[in-house]
C-alpha cells in the first residue's frame, strides 16, 4: 500500500504568485512521483472544484483537492509558505501558510472524504499546524502528517 503523502511530496518552502500556481507545483510533484498520469486533466479538475467553492479553511490553510481519472492512488502534496504573506485561497481569516493538495482517483469517494474529514479534524489544532510549519524538512513534515492524519 502506497503511503498518502511522502517527504517528495512535501515543498518545505513554497513561493508562488497565487493559488493557481501554488496549486501547479503541488501537482507537478504528484506527477513527478508516478501519482498524476495527466497533469493538465487534474489541474482542471482541482479547477473546476476551486470555482464551485473556494477551498480556503480558517487557520492559514488551503485545502484544494479533486477526484480524477488522472489520479493514480490517494495521494497528498503539501506546501508551506514560508514568506510572511501567504497565499490567498479564500478564507475568511486571510491568506494559507500550509496549502495541502489531495488527489484521489475518480473511484475513490470514500477515500476522498476520509483524507479531508481527518485533515479537517487536526488542522483545526494550533499544534498541529505548527507543527508542520516548524518542522526542519520535508521528512518531518510528511513524518508529522502521516502519524496524526493517517495513523501510520
Known sequence: ??????????????????RVDATRQLAQTLADAGRVTDLEQFLADVAAREQRMAT???G???????????????SLAIGRVLDGNGI????PDGPADLVFLVAVPTTGE????????????????????????GAPDAEAVAATVLEQVHGR
Open 110 to 133: 470514500a477515500d476522498h472524504l476520509t483524507i479531508l474529514t481527518a485533515l479537517a479534524r487536526k488542522l483545526v489544532h494550533v499544534s498541529f499546524r505548527e507543527a508542520l510549519l
Open 88 to 91: 490567498d485561497w479564500g478564507a
Open 56 to 58: 480556503g479553511i480558517p
Open 1 to 18: 500500500m502506497t503511503d498518502l503523502t511522502a517527504p517528495e511530496l512535501v515543498l518545505v518552502d513554497l513561493q508562488a504568485t497565487d
Open 60 to 74: 492559514g490553510v488551503g485545502l484544494p483537492h479533486a477526484r480524477s481519472a488522472a489520479v493514480t492512488v490517494p
